[in-house]
């Protein structure tokens, strides 16, 4: 058996495994969902092979993630499958120890995982942050937004752009690359829906943009919001068109926390939950560096104090001040993106927690 980086010419063993494994045959395939996954140009996804035959699989793609005034560099792996003949023989495991080592020499700092299994728990991966969700029908909104709300078109892609861009906390993307995931409905996809795209107008100017996913072919027409951006107002009557024209029954929408979108929904019901996946931090010192200009425009005094180092069990120590503290890989998750008790955090609540984009929706991995 060999473990290494697929050829571009390999790529069609590795649609056709992760179509096996994870579509039927109403599903479109995973190689027009989830493009970055399977990019010849990327190359950067790793498998398994008996001979010239792909046995098993994990997609493996890099992103930049702003924060504020920083920049983290990320990976997100999915896709992750084993040919039916060769399961329970440690493969993915032995595959996922060489994705870390690679992405520890590509200097980045986070690793998304978007599932819980054993696989990834045995190796750091742990639930992580908070999203509002809400489920919003025609009967539980209003709006007072003065604009009007229609179908997005291409001709919309700049003025989307620059919403997207004054995101303080997002997945950075160019025009294409958003373009290129927006057709491609990969998050969508698993539940058989199509995105579309409406934006909210006034004079002239796009206010606010909701991407959804729906599935035209339901009587219910239930709709997931996977991307969304500008005027929290705009995008409220966004909703509201929607549900009020029978375009949709019902709209859900997981928004993380320190989203604004959750006060403009602060009358609707919703439920608590952890970010989608699993989060890895692959190297603590790395992380903290990458997010030191969030750190310091936050608490600059505490900030600057901060230091973090890795030691040889896999646990970390922290200095701050006249503090000192070791955490456990888990700890450290819930220490950095987790809601804790303030006495627990003491003057570290003035950092943390750190906010991060959905990892559902339009960038799922």
Same mark, same amino acid.
């Given at each position: 058996?060999?473990?290494?980086?697929?050829?571009?010419?390999?790529?069609?063993?590795?649609?056709?495994? !992760?179509? %096996? $494994?994870?579509?039927?045959?109403?599903?479109?395939?995973?190689?027009?969902?989830?493009?970055?996954?399977?990019?010849? *140009?990327?190359?950067?996804? &790793?498998?398994?092979?008996?001979?010239?035959?792909?046995?098993?699989?994990?997609?493996?793609?890099?992103?930049?993630?702003?924060?504020?005034?920083?920049?983290?560099?990320?990976?997100?792996?999915?896709?992750?499958?084993?040919?039916?003949?060769?399961?329970?023989?440690?493969?993915?495991?032995?595959?996922? +120890?060489?994705?870390?080592?690679?992405?520890? *020499?590509?200097?980045?700092?986070?690793?998304?995982?978007?599932?819980?299994?054993?696989?990834?728990?045995?190796?750091?991966?742990?639930?992580?942050?908070?999203?509002?969700?809400?489920?919003?029908?025609?009967?539980?909104?209003?709006?007072?937004?003065?604009?009007?709300?229609?179908?997005?078109? !291409?001709?919309?892609?700049?003025?989307?752009? #620059?919403?997207? *861009?004054?995101?303080?906390?997002?997945?950075?993307?160019?025009?294409?690359?958003?373009?290129?995931?927006?057709?491609?409905?990969?998050?969508? !996809?698993?539940?058989?829906?199509?995105?579309?795209?409406?934006?909210?107008?006034? #004079?002239?100017?796009?206010?606010?943009?909701?991407?959804?996913?729906? #599935?035209?072919?339901?009587?219910?027409?239930?709709?997931?919001? $996977?991307?969304?951006?500008?005027?929290?107002?705009?995008?409220?009557?966004? &909703?509201?068109?929607?549900?009020?024209?029978?375009?949709?029954?019902?709209?859900?929408?997981?928004?993380?926390?320190?989203?604004?979108?959750?006060?403009?929904?602060?009358?609707?019901?919703?439920?608590?939950? %952890?970010?989608?996946?699993?989060?890895?931090?692959?190297?603590?010192?790395?992380?903290?560096? *990458?997010?030191?200009?969030?750190?310091? +425009? +936050?608490?600059?005094?505490?900030?600057?104090?901060?230091?973090?180092?890795?030691?040889?069990?896999?646990?970390? $120590?922290?200095?701050?001040?006249?503090?000192?503290?070791?955490?456990?890989?888990?700890?450290?998750?819930?220490?950095?993106?987790?809601?804790?008790?303030?006495?627990?955090?003491?003057?570290?609540?003035?950092?943390?927690?750190?906010?991060?984009?959905?990892?559902?929706?339009?960038?799922?991995?």
């Amino acid at each position: 058996m060999e473990i290494r980086r697929l050829q571009a010419n390999e790529l069609k063993q590795a649609i056709q495994l !992760s179509d %096996q $494994t994870f579509r039927k045959e109403e599903h479109t395939s995973m190689g027009e969902a989830f493009p970055q996954v399977f990019s010849k *140009q990327l190359s950067q996804s &790793f498998g398994a092979f008996d001979g010239e035959r792909l046995i098993s699989f994990i997609g493996v793609v890099p992103s930049k993630m702003q924060v504020g005034e920083a920049e983290l560099n990320t990976f997100s792996i999915g896709s992750v499958c084993t040919h039916t003949d060769y399961r329970k023989q440690g493969i993915s495991t032995a595959i996922l +120890k060489e994705v870390y080592d690679f992405i520890d *020499q590509a200097k980045s700092s986070l690793l998304f995982v978007s599932g819980d299994r054993g696989l990834y728990k045995r190796n750091h991966c742990y639930h992580f942050g908070r999203v509002n969700k809400y489920k919003i029908d025609k009967v539980s909104i209003e709006s007072k937004y003065e604009g009007s709300i229609r179908e997005g078109s !291409s001709a919309d892609v700049f003025l989307i752009d #620059d919403l997207i *861009q004054a995101k303080e906390v997002k997945y950075k993307s160019s025009i294409w690359e958003w373009s290129m995931l927006f057709d491609a409905s990969g998050y969508a !996809s698993i539940f058989m829906m199509k995105q579309t795209l409406y934006v909210a107008e006034n #004079d002239g100017v796009v206010e606010g943009y909701v991407v959804l996913g729906v #599935d035209e072919n339901s009587a219910a027409k239930r709709a997931i919001v $996977t991307d969304w951006g500008g005027n929290t107002a705009s995008l409220r009557a966004i &909703f509201m068109e929607l549900l009020k024209k029978k375009v949709v029954s019902e709209i859900e929408i997981a928004v993380p926390w320190q989203d604004s979108l959750n006060d403009e929904l602060n009358d609707l019901p919703f439920e608590l939950e %952890q970010n989608g996946g699993t989060i890895n931090i692959v190297d603590a010192e790395r992380l903290i560096e *990458q997010l030191k200009p969030y750190l310091v +425009k +936050k608490n600059p005094g505490l900030a600057k104090s901060l230091k973090i180092y890795n030691t040889d069990n896999s646990n970390v $120590t922290l200095n701050y001040n006249e503090s000192k503290i070791t955490l456990s890989p888990e700890e450290l998750v819930k220490f950095l993106f987790d809601f804790q008790d303030d006495a627990e955090l003491g003057e570290m609540q003035s950092l943390f927690p750190v906010p991060l984009p959905s990892t559902i929706g339009m960038f799922y991995v």
